[in-house]
């Protein structure tokens, strides 16, 4: 089974600032993709940022990027420059490249951005 | 492209009703899957589909039924609603494996009174 844990409810961040939200995931398969999914006010799930656990460097979208250590099975989100934009919860998620593809959740962070 | 399409947005239903849930996407997308959201929580899977005709059992698949009659809809049927199914309902889709991401509906707010 899979697991992901959020360990941190709610987090803020002056504007302009760099936040890092927290992942942990837990698995015993290799083949495994990670994900950061935005969801705003509107309720929309917007992805952020996936990773591919063979991969070794962190992937980057811009002002977001990852800390991938796959060792310690941590997935965290880095937010540079944040934006009023970047209010929203934010959900880690693992996928394992086989059968139904299902997303695993963790329960979300909801970010506060401070103008 | 529309993208992933959900109806209704919001829905009050009363204890012991039905109804389905309406999910279309418009991307030739073989996957398919319903998540349900509870109040402070991720998203658990209901049901997923991975193709016309071949549908099977999520998370938390207790109340509810689906069907996958065609590549592009994907409707979720409560048949006898129950206070415990008040919950925001996400449906999403995507190419399949290999890590595809998956493609999200805006959602319903379903509440059962």
């Known amino acids: 089974a899979q697991t992901v844990t959020q360990s941190q409810p709610e987090m803020s961040v002056q504007e302009a600032e760099t936040v890092t939200l927290s992942c942990t995931y837990d698995t015993s398969e290799s083949d495994y993709y990670l994900f950061w999914y935005k969801q705003p006010p509107s309720r929309q799930m917007i992805l952020v940022i996936r990773q591919e656990a063979y991969k070794q460097q962190n992937a980057t979208e811009n002002r977001f990027s990852v800390n991938f250590q796959k060792a310690a099975k941590s997935f965290s989100l880095k937010i540079s420059d944040s934006q009023l934009g970047d209010a929203a919860m934010y959900f880690c998620?693992?996928?394992?490249?086989?059968?139904?593809?299902?997303?695993?959740f963790g329960t979300g962070t909801r970010l506060t951005i401070i103008p | 492209n529309a993208g992933v399409t959900q109806t209704p947005k919001f829905r009050i239903l009363k204890i012991g009703q039905s109804m389905t849930l309406q999910c279309a996407q418009d991307?030739?997308?073989?996957?398919m899957y319903w998540y349900r959201q509870d109040p402070g929580m991720g998203l658990k899977l209901i049901y997923y589909?991975?193709?016309?005709?071949?549908?099977d059992k999520g998370e938390v698949p207790n109340g509810y039924n689906v069907s996958r009659s065609t590549t592009e809809d994907f409707p979720l049927r409560l048949e006898l609603a129950a206070p415990s199914q008040t919950s925001v309902y996400f449906c999403a889709s995507s190419f399949g494996q290999g890590g595809q991401p998956q493609h999200f509906g805006d959602g319903t707010r379903l509440s059962i009174l």
């Open positions: 998620a693992s996928q394992i490249n086989f059968g139904n593809e299902k997303l695993t």
């Open positions: 589909s991975v193709g016309a005709g071949i549908t």
């Open positions: 991307m030739n997308h073989n996957y």
